[in-house]
């Protein structure tokens, strides 16, 4: 069975940086499409950034854009989020997914419904 296992979050301070991994084992990781999301308390999950296989497409939400970094390390079946500036909205727990869909990259904003599996979560937390 595929399992992604985040690590990573974390405390740390409005305009700091952290770097959060995902470790997926259980699957060939370059078939996977992968994704972070993010789910504050009271608030929808929402996707922050998705990377297609080959890690040359990258998908964003516009509240992450030029602060949020996505990559992907294949020979490691790994994913990673780099977040630098973060902002007293960013706290979330923090999820790892993967889209096992056959599709080469999305036709449109990617959502919580095209993933097939998920990590546990790891918790960011940015004191003002």
């Known amino acids: 069975q595929v399992q992604l296992v985040e690590s990573g979050g974390g405390l740390v301070q409005a305009g700091g940086s952290l770097r959060l991994s995902c470790a997926a084992s259980?699957?060939?990781?370059?078939?996977?499409?992968m994704g972070w999301f993010r789910q504050a308390p009271e608030k929808e999950r929402e996707l922050v950034a998705a990377?297609?296989?080959?890690?040359?497409?990258?998908y964003y939400a516009d509240s992450v854009k030029s602060r949020f970094t996505i990559s992907r390390d294949n020979a490691n079946n790994t994913v990673y989020l780099q977040m630098n500036s973060l902002k007293p909205e960013d706290p979330a727990v923090y999820y790892c997914?993967?889209?096992?869909?056959?599709?080469?990259?999305?036709?449109?904003?990617?959502?919580?419904?095209?993933?097939?599996?998920w990590g546990q979560g790891t918790q960011v937390t940015v004191s003002s």
């Open positions: 990377i297609s296989r080959s890690g040359i497409m990258k």
């Open positions: 997914a993967a889209d096992m869909g056959t599709t080469t990259w999305y036709k449109k904003d990617p959502s919580e419904s095209d993933y097939d599996y």
């Open positions: 259980g699957c060939t990781f370059n078939n996977y499409i």
